[in-house]
């Protein structure tokens, strides 16, 4: 489990690199929003990567830096081998975000293109990294990127008005949800913890009820970011069972109206992994209010999202 104190390191390790995002009071519709979108890289990924990489040894950056991404940890762990002076590699699905690559790459990433999805990516990043003697870099299954991202908890925590019966959080392989049950675990009372996942890549929601992947479908989601199997044996899995109290789906038209939603009420751009959040509540699949909702990123690729915030522009 991730310690408190590794969450309070983090946040003094990484504080010169990252901003403090936005936090706003919705009290209309009981919402608190925390907008990652905002943050350096357009996504909360950043936080546990330059937690991750500034917190090894020289010896270990020397080498060079090895990860998998859609896109997201990807330009977290390239920007910190820009500031850590490390060179980084980053095994990517053919299908993966244009946007986000090209925003990888200005960073100073080398991409590596895998035939299938992020299963694939990953399994590519880590054989490699084994090979060349390079530090891979997950972007859940690490105690130091958990403790990372856990800073937006704290964050949270100091903004707060008013005790929330909820924190709804975009769940993939579970760091993020796990840093906040880390985070929240001492609390009285403390709010549900509610993960929720694309219906079309379902691996976390699957593994949580049904303690299973077996037999789950990955298909493409405007979420992709959250999509692809949960690593065997990853740290989060009993940090999911501990501390989560529901893991929820949403659909695609779900995804996309929420990404609208966001657009025309708040003006606010952002992906749709960070989209899935908001659609459980716009949906009426959350109970109970006031509730914190993670936006976890806005790195969207431009005509995508003009399509569906002018598809639903009723949405509001």
Do not use: C
């Not at 079309?200 to 298909?219: C, I, K, M, N, R």
């Amino acid at each position: 489990m991730i310690p408190h104190e590794w969450i309070e390191q983090a946040e003094a390790r990484i504080a010169a690199h990252i901003q403090k995002t936005p936090f706003t009071h919705d009290a209309g519709r009981g919402l608190y929003l925390k907008w990652e979108n905002h943050q350096v890289t357009g996504s909360f990924k950043a936080r546990g990567a330059l937690n991750k990489v500034l917190s090894l040894a020289d010896w270990e950056r020397a080498g060079g830096l090895v990860t998998a991404s859609a896109g997201n940890h990807g330009q977290g762990v390239a920007l910190a081998g820009r500031i850590a002076g490390a060179s980084v590699d980053v095994f990517v699905s053919t299908h993966a975000t244009p946007a986000k690559v090209e925003a990888m790459r200005v960073l100073g990433a080398q991409i590596h293109f895998v035939e299938g999805g992020y299963a694939e990516a990953e399994s590519a990043g880590r054989q490699y990294a084994a090979e060349n003697q390079r530090t891979f870099v997950s972007p859940y299954n690490d105690g130091q990127v958990i403790a990372g991202q856990g800073t937006i908890g704290l964050e949270i925590l100091r903004e707060l008005q008013e005790p929330v019966r909820n924190w709804i959080v975009p769940t993939g392989g579970g760091g993020l949800i796990s840093s906040f049950g880390a985070l929240l675990g001492d609390l009285s009372p403390r709010p549900k913890l509610i993960g929720v996942q694309p219906a079309a890549s379902p691996f976390t929601y699957s593994l949580y009820h049904h303690h299973t992947q077996e037999g789950v479908q990955d298909l493409p989601t405007l979420a992709d970011g959250l999509s692809g199997a949960v690593e065997v044996g990853s740290v989060t899995i009993p940090m999911l069972e501990q501390y989560v109290d529901e893991i929820l789906l949403v659909n695609e038209d779900e995804i996309a109206r929420a990404m609208a939603f966001a657009w025309h009420v708040y003006h606010e751009k952002i992906e749709g992994s960070a989209a899935v959040a908001l659609a459980a509540v716009l949906e009426g699949k959350v109970k109970g209010r006031p509730s914190v909702i993670i936006i976890s990123g806005g790195n969207v690729q431009p005509e995508v999202h003009e399509k569906i915030v002018a598809q639903y522009a009723e949405v509001g």
